[in-house]
């Protein structure tokens, strides 16, 4: 006996081996068909109905948790909320168009479009939100943290060597654009061991503090006349000067003014 799906197979003909009573079925089929898409949930494409023009739509049973989607395809749905149904859209990229409860309209893009995974930023709080861990240099777990150790590997270093890895250290550290070529970071050869031995001009290098090399004029006073002399000359005059020395004031460290932050990372 040959049979087909109520819905969506194409329906065939009397001939094909289908008793006598197949065209009342199909037609039986083909009503309810429309009555479930005009009153109901179905909606038809082509010949099959007036796409577009049903009179209402239920839903039955709100979801716990947002449904998965596929290529090409979004869901309509309904979300529990609080015991209370919320109209939701999902399109195929995981983006969130909500109808709540009291009325609201509430968009919520797919926060990886944003945010990629291995997004650094800084963050005002004292402990990262959900989906984000501080840049503090602490091994966690491949698998739990798969996707960005896809994207950062052992860079930082290699955790305990088979199931953790390290996150950057960014503690401290004013972050500073990848020369990449650019030629404005003069000592980017020089960048030092990012944790997992590499050094020179790449991402996640450190440099320490620095001061740019330079010279300075002064002013100097004889005794019977005032001269001024070239710091760099070594054909200046002989001075006479005091061994003693007085620090100019200073801090222990040449920065510009700051505020602390937390820096994050995008897991």
Not at 33 to 62: C, I, N, Q, S
Not at 129 to 142: F, H, I, M
Not at 191 to 202: L, N, V
Not at 219 to 248: I, K, P, Q
Request: glycine letters at 10%; one cysteine or more; a negative charge.
């Amino acid at each position: 006996m040959t049979t087909w799906d109520a819905s969506f197979e194409t329906i065939p003909a009397d001939s094909d081996n289908i008793s006598a009573g197949a065209g009342v079925i199909r037609t039986l089929k083909s009503a309810v068909r429309e009555r479930m898409a005009k009153d109901h949930y179905m909606a038809l494409d082509g010949d099959d109905g007036d796409h577009g023009e049903h009179g209402k739509v239920t839903f039955h049973h709100p979801l716990a948790s947002n449904p998965s989607t596929e290529e090409d395809k979004g869901v309509l749905y309904t979300m529990d909320v609080d015991d209370t149904a919320e109209l939701h859209w999902k399109d195929e990229g995981g983006n969130v168009l909500t109808l709540t409860a009291q009325g609201a309209i509430n968009y919520t893009p797919d926060e990886s479009l944003i945010n990629p995974t291995g997004s650094v930023v800084a963050f005002m709080g004292a402990s990262a939100p959900s989906g984000w861990l501080e840049c503090n240099g602490a091994a966690v777990s491949r698998t739990t943290y798969e996707s960005l150790f896809d994207v950062i590997s052992t860079m930082y270093g290699v955790g305990n060597g088979s199931t953790t890895f390290n996150l950057p250290d960014l503690r401290g550290y004013f972050l500073r654009g990848w020369d990449h070529g650019a030629g404005v970071d003069p000592d980017a050869a020089a960048r030092t061991d990012r944790g997992d031995g590499t050094c020179g001009d790449y991402v996640g290098t450190v440099q320490e503090d620095a001061f740019e090399e330079h010279d300075h004029d002064f002013d100097y006073y004889g005794a019977a006349s005032e001269d001024r002399m070239d710091g760099v000359n070594s054909a200046a005059e002989r001075l006479s000067m005091s061994a003693s020395t007085d620090t100019a004031g200073g801090s222990s460290e040449t920065r510009p003014k700051n505020v602390a932050v937390m820096y994050i990372i995008k897991t």
